[in-house]
């Protein structure tokens, strides 16, 4: 089993920036794919951005150029720096882990864009 723990989502104004982060717990197998996706109300949950072990990016269409996913291996802890953020980046934001077949997710952490 693994464990997900988010944190740092909240309110921003448009144009502003925030920093998620997942740490992962648990039997965390070496080789591994870790990502956020996001809901907002009335949408299905889309792919926002994953990452490899080996530090292989995807990006949904999107967020290119104003997201950057990153992780640190030893702490086996994924990043999600957030800049230039707008209203329809407003969604639940959710830690994704996929190891060995295995999909694990986290909580989900808010993330409000609004003046």
């Known amino acids: 089993q693994v464990q997900l723990v988010e944190s740092g989502g909240g309110l921003v104004q448009p144009g502003g920036s925030l920093r998620l982060s997942c740490a992962a717990a648990?039997?965390?197998?070496?080789?591994?794919?870790m990502g956020w996706y996001r809901q907002a109300p009335g949408k299905q949950r889309e792919l926002v951005a994953d990452?490899?072990?080996?530090?292989?990016?995807n990006y949904a269409d999107s967020v290119k150029g104003r997201f950057t996913i990153s992780r640190d291996n030893a702490k086996n802890t994924v990043y999600l720096q957030m800049n230039n953020l707008k209203p329809e980046d407003t969604a639940v934001y959710y830690c994704?882990?996929?190891?060995?077949?295995?999909?694990?997710w986290g909580q989900g952490t808010q993330v409000t864009v609004s003046s």
């Open positions: 990452i490899t072990t080996g530090a292989s990016t």
């Open positions: 994704n882990f996929i190891s060995r077949g295995c999909y694990y």
């Open positions: 648990g039997s965390v197998f070496s080789f591994n794919t």
